[in-house]
């Protein structure tokens, strides 16, 4: 079945430093990828999508200086969460649809990225 | 916008029967998901309907009625590894949108 990797699984990181995350289809090309973020016992939230060639879509309320996106391949997608802060902690996760995409591709999920900015 | 709603919590007994609920309202619908998310872990995918009716995989099932903004998954037989937050998710017009999910837990 189609993977996702996402790394890194864990980060912690100081105050007002950066982080990238890297997210990948390994055995599928996905012309857009998915950025979620998932606080304790609440839904996933899109942040973001990803289309490989051209500018992230981002949703409401999400600052886009803030949560860089690049998706320069059609594997490879990459959020860069610029000067971290302590509210910015949480679980981070990518995901991908098969391309092409179909009404009822699922999608497929990277394992996510915990990250803790002290 | 969308508007997902699912049970927080429920509890079962190993080999008993649960029944998730979700209720939706959405702008547009292109069909219905269900994934199983362990603590700490990413969703993995469990089942989709577009059309109303029931859709059996295994020991899972899964329903939709459309003109009531309703699904449910069934879970039979239930096995301990079920224990786990189980996410209803919605396609709308533009994006797939995630209730809060029901995290069910399986007694011995």
């Known amino acids: 079945g189609a993977v996702v990797s996402q790394h890194p699984s864990r980060v912690i990181c100081k105050s007002g430093t950066s982080v990238k995350i890297e997210c990948r289809s390994l055995?599928?090309?996905?012309?857009?990828m998915f950025w979620y973020r998932q606080f304790p016992k609440q839904s996933l939230m899109l942040m973001a999508t990803s289309n490989e060639g051209s500018k992230a879509t981002y949703e409401q309320g999400v600052e886009k200086d803030k949560f860089l996106i690049n998706h320069a391949s059609l594997t490879l997608s990459t959020l860069t969460v610029t000067s971290a802060h302590p509210e910015d902690s949480s679980f981070y996760i990518c995901?991908?649809?098969?391309?092409?995409?179909?009404?009822?591709?699922?999608?497929?999920f990277g394992n996510g990225t915990r990250l803790t900015v002290t | 916008g969308q508007n997902i709603d699912q049970p927080t919590e429920m509890t079962a007994t190993e080999g008993a029967i649960v029944q998730i609920n979700c209720t939706y309202q959405?702008?547009?619908?292109?069909?219905l998901f269900w994934y199983q998310q362990h603590a700490g872990e990413a969703p993995t995918f469990l089942s989709y309907n577009v059309l109303d009716g029931l859709e059996e995989k295994g020991r899972f099932s899964s329903f939709l009625s459309r003109s009531k903004g309703y699904s449910y998954l069934l879970l039979k037989e239930l096995q301990m590894k079920d224990s786990a937050s189980y996410l209803c998710?919605?396609?709308?017009?533009?994006?797939?949108?995630f209730g809060a999910g029901t995290t069910v837990t399986v007694r011995a």
């Open positions: 055995d599928f090309q996905a012309t857009t």
């Open positions: 998710a919605v396609r709308g017009d533009y994006k797939l949108s």
């Open positions: 959405t702008s547009g619908f292109n069909g």
């Open positions: 995901s991908a649809r098969e391309s092409p995409e179909t009404y009822n591709s699922p999608l497929h």
